[in-house]
């Protein structure tokens, strides 16, 4: 008995020390992701969840689906207006040589995604549909030089891009390397709450950023829920410091820049005339009134955005908040002292 016993002892013993190693390991594996200082531990990592940018998938898939329209429309036979119209833009690419109806649509799209102004808006995205929408300009331009040289010169000059645009392959293509950058993207945004501070660890392409707010700076931790995010489980946890991390100011309205036209007053003018330019100005001052407000944007970069169990994040940052806030320090020491005094 004596003999398995010990022999269990030193079997926990094994598996504590290879667990103890591991941690080890993982510790000075997150130290070097997250740079953190000497002494400092890792008690948490977060990253977006799987649907934290949902929004960019379904633009791929939007992209993909104005290609397959422009590569389908002539098999199309519409009663619906919309699609009457969109099919009129289709005849427009006709001509695989100056493809304006597909442009057209495809920098709709993207101006509209920039318009929202969501997670989809970012700079990468907006050149990623750009560069759909000129491929097939840039490949009808092409030949069309080609063809110039061609009837202005004796040899066959060819075309620098021997291939033609077809709407089918392209759209999977550019379908797949879309899907593809957005997954590394999503995975790009790593966070991490330790001992000494919260950190934002941002890498992608050849962008870099890093972030590393003190628990003492935090005034106040928020957590938005959008309507999919509460169906599916995930939700945004901001932190705002006394220095404004996190708030960004937005203008609302416009703003008529000079003067306004017809409403300048002149020498000559009566009193009448006088009065109805400047009612005149008042109304349009009013109707292009702007104002600019300060509200909380979560940005991936800066904010925990979209994550899962977003609950266990926000009470370990309230409690390291408490921790390492000014108040609790205060009486702590004011605690220590009384114990001194007493013990005195």
């Not at 080890?24 to 953190?36: P, V």
């Not at 199309?76 to 969109?86: G, S």
């Not at 966070?191 to 003492?216: C, G």
Request: aromatic share 10%; net charge negative.
């Amino acid at each position: 008995m004596s003999e398995e016993s010990d022999a269990t002892e030193e079997s926990k013993a094994d598996v504590s020390t290879t667990d103890e190693a591991k941690k080890e390991a993982e510790q000075a594996r997150l130290a070097k992701t997250f740079r953190l200082i000497s002494g400092e531990e890792v008690l948490l990592t977060k990253r977006p969840s799987m649907f934290a940018f949902l929004g960019m998938y379904i633009l791929g898939t939007l992209a993909l689906g104005v290609h397959l329209f422009f590569h389908f429309a002539e098999s199309f036979d519409p009663e619906n207006p919309v699609l009457n119209l969109l099919v009129a833009f289709a005849e427009l690419s006709d001509d695989p040589k100056l493809p304006f109806g597909f442009v057209f649509v495809m920098l709709f799209l993207a101006w509209m995604n920039r318009l929202i102004n969501v997670s989809t808006s970012g700079r990468w995205v907006t050149i990623a549909i750009i560069f759909m929408a000129s491929t097939p300009l840039i490949i009808g331009i092409d030949a069309l030089v080609g063809l110039v040289i061609g009837i202005f010169s004796d040899s066959d000059a060819g075309n620098f891009i021997p291939i033609d645009y077809n709407f089918f392959i392209f759209g999977l293509v550019y379908f797949a390397i879309f899907m593809g950058m957005t997954y590394r993207y999503q995975r790009s945004f790593h966070y991490a709450i330790t001992t000494d501070a919260v950190i934002f660890e941002h890498s992608f392409l050849l962008s870099r950023s890093h972030r590393r707010i003190l628990f003492d700076r935090i005034s106040e931790v928020m957590v938005e829920r959008s309507p999919v995010g509460t169906l599916l489980g995930f939700a945004t946890v901001t932190i705002l410091t006394d220095s404004g991390v996190g708030i960004v100011e937005e203008s609302t309205g416009s703003r008529m820049s000079g003067a306004i036209p017809g409403t300048t007053e002149r020498e000559g003018d009566s009193t009448a005339e006088k009065a109805g330019k400047g009612i005149l100005r008042s109304i349009i001052g009013l109707l292009t009134y702007q104002r600019t407000i300060r509200v909380v944007r979560p940005d991936p970069k800066h904010c925990m955005y979209n994550i899962r169990n977003w609950g266990k994040a926000k009470a370990l940052l309230n409690e390291k908040h408490k921790e390492h806030s000014q108040s609790n320090l205060l009486r702590d020491l004011k605690d220590t002292i009384i114990a001194t005094s007493d013990g005195n």
